[in-house]
């Protein structure tokens, strides 16, 4: 769901139960997301580097279609049973007058025989117009391994949205399906999750070491920034001279994830708002090791005003920029920033 700010100047204005089943069902209930125990294990040899898409084989054709529609992909986490991939796409909502970017995510679990065991198309940010997000997505990526299994997407994709211009009930609708691929549901909350039938992954990736450190050892200077941070249990911290925030996902302790906003203001060629009267010991939520790296590339971003989609030092860097008034080179842009990514089946 669309997250509404109001920023501090000088960016001020810049953004500042019924289950109704067609076709051949495999379930009337919705998966759980993440499946009860995949993250249930203690470290198999885990690894939170990122890597780009490793040409050929599984990986390489679920996501070609994804990478050729303008999406960004990279093989975001593994260990001894599995590879997990992670899928965005990234666009402005020309409907909103904050210059917002509308996300969608596209999350696939491979074993470790390069077999498709689990993947979810999650839906984007708003509802767009137009063609529907998750079988444009989801139908040329899975075609790409299983065949035939586009079309019949498409084809419970149609039958939902007739049934979603018949009813008007309210409640939340679910379709399942099965193929001699795997097992299909299809949410107007979830998006797609498609389960496989011929395999499956025990234990699911779950290390962030690489790039993160722990909420415990960062909310002290998160609180040192301005920051109204309450944790435990708190996960998500305000700042409110700045209409800053701060949010995380977690795995105990373990930082997994990390995003939040902020201003810059360039005037005359120099940042007139730093990155230390928000973040006055630096992101330190970063680990050393990718910690300069990932500071120096957000700073590119803040000086120019730009956007960006990669991976930086082994961690997945995301930064969203909006910009306001432009004279020249000076410009005021607020930037939404996400490190890493969440675990598989989390949002």
């Not at 953004?15 to 995949?38: D, I, M, N, Q, R």
């Not at 899928?87 to 909103?96: F, I, K």
């Not at 009813?167 to 795997?182: C, F, I, L, N, P």
């Amino acid at each position: 769901m669309r997250r509404s700010r109001t920023l501090a100047a000088p960016w001020l204005g810049l953004a500042l139960s019924a289950v109704v089943l067609t076709g051949c069902t495999a379930s009337a209930e919705p998966p759980e997301l993440p499946p009860a125990g995949v993250y249930e294990h203690d470290a198999a040899g885990e690894t939170s580097q990122a890597e780009p898409i490793p040409p050929g084989g599984t990986a390489a054709a679920v996501t070609g279609p994804l990478i050729d529609a303008g999406w960004f992909c990279a093989q975001v986490r593994a260990n001894a049973d599995g590879r997990a991939l992670w899928c965005r796409s990234g666009h402005r909502d020309d409907r909103d007058t904050t210059d917002a970017v509308v996300s969608q995510v596209a999350q696939f679990l491979l074993d470790r025989d390069d077999r498709l065991a689990w993947a979810w198309f999650q839906l984007p940010d708003t509802a767009p117009d137009g063609d529907d997000p998750v079988t444009a997505a989801a139908a040329p990526a899975l075609s790409a391994i299983w065949p035939g299994a586009g079309d019949r997407i498409r084809q419970e994709a149609d039958d939902f949205e007739r049934d979603r211009t018949q009813r008007q009930d309210g409640e939340v609708r679910r379709t399942a399906w099965r193929d001699g691929h795997a097992d299909y549901l299809l949410s107007a909350v979830d998006g797609l999750v498609v389960t496989a039938r011929d395999t499956s992954v025990r234990r699911w990736p779950s290390g962030a070491e690489h790039y993160a450190t722990t909420m415990s050892s960062a909310v002290d200077d998160l609180r040192a920034g301005g920051y109204d941070c309450y944790y435990p249990p708190q996960q998500s911290c305000n700042r409110v001279q700045s209409n800053g925030y701060f949010r995380v996902s977690l795995r105990g302790d373990q930082i997994v994830s990390a995003q939040f906003g902020i201003g810059s203001w360039i005037e005359d060629g120099r940042q007139r708002h730093l990155l230390s009267q928000e973040f006055p010991r630096g992101l330190t939520f970063l680990t050393e090791e990718v910690r300069r790296a990932v500071t120096d590339r957000i700073e590119d971003c803040r000086r120019s005003g730009t956007s960006f989609a990669g991976i930086v030092a082994g961690t997945i860097v995301i930064v969203d920029a909006r910009r306001g008034p432009v004279d020249g080179a000076d410009h005021v842009t607020y930037l939404d920033v996400q490190i890493g990514t969440p675990l598989a089946g989390t949002y």
